[in-house]
T-cell receptor, first 113, second 109 residues
Framework: EADIYQTPRYLVIGTGKKITLECSQT?????MYWYQQDPGMELHLIHY???????EKGDLSSESTVSRIRTEHFPLTLESARPSHTSQYLC????????????FGDGTRLSIL | AQRVTQPEKLLSVFKGAPVELKCNYS??????LFWYVQYSRQRLQLLLR??SRESIKGFTADLNKGETSFHLKKPFAQEEDSAMYYC???????????FGKGTKLSVKP
């Protein structure tokens, strides 16, 4: 079944570690996104991609980086995690046309000790 | 600037009562508006979009360009409607969605 998958669902890790949050979709979508969301709060767009080898920064400045080597895969990396990175990270995808509705994954809840 | 405002952080109603979740937007062009819902422990999912003009789970929303609003309405709330509701604006050349801060709807028995 076509879907968007995020792993891990939960991650508790110490300060200074390198972290990669995985996001994959089997929906055939070109466009992918990463949002940061504190529980019950608004979503902030931190990265997006139009397709392979395309990455753009979103509205909220983030110390994370992303890559898009394959259409279906859009991982997010934190080189050195800090407590301020504690949050929920949501991955989404959509078809390429402007303003298309987005489909979200389950999210990764990240806690940095 | 493009902006979405959901003035109510929390809305509490009794089962069977009508519910209206407010959403106002700021955008000078032709907008696309969406409502997303997030039930407890579930992923964020699309509820409806204004161009579809359909009713999902009894909810409707009408785009009012004069008032720049896209309020979500349901005539008789059910307990299973309790969730976080986010209004989103599709605008600009990049076409990314701009989300409001969300309204938590609590339907009491």
């Amino acid at each position: 079944e076509a879907d968007i998958y995020q792993t891990p669902r939960y991650l508790v890790i110490g300060t200074g570690k390198k972290i990669t949050l995985e996001c994959s979709q089997t929906m055939g979508h070109d466009k992918m996104y990463w949002y940061q969301q504190d529980p019950g709060m608004e979503l902030h767009l931190i990265h997006y991609s139009y397709g392979v080898n395309s990455t753009e920064k979103g509205d909220l400045s983030s110390e994370s980086t992303v890559s898009r080597i394959r259409t279906e895969h859009f991982p997010l990396t934190l080189e050195s995690a800090r407590p301020s990175h504690t949050s929920q990270y949501l991955c989404a995808s959509s078809v390429a046309y402007s303003r298309a509705p987005q489909h979200f994954g389950d999210g990764t809840r990240l806690s940095i000790l | 600037a493009q902006r979405v405002t959901q003035p109510e952080k929390l809305l509490s109603v009794f089962k069977g009562a009508p519910v209206e979740l407010k959403c106002n937007y700021s955008y000078s062009g032709s907008p696309e508006l969406f409502w997303y819902v997030q039930y407890s422990r579930q992923r964020l999912q699309l509820l409806l979009r204004h161009i579809s003009r359909e009713s999902i789970k009894g909810f409707t929303a009408d785009l009012n360009k004069g008032e720049t609003s896209f309020h979500l309405k349901k005539p008789f709330a059910q307990e299973e409607d309790s969730a976080m509701y986010y209004c989103a604006l599709g605008a600009g050349s990049q076409g990314n969605l701009i989300f409001g801060k969300g309204t938590k709807l609590s339907v009491k028995p």
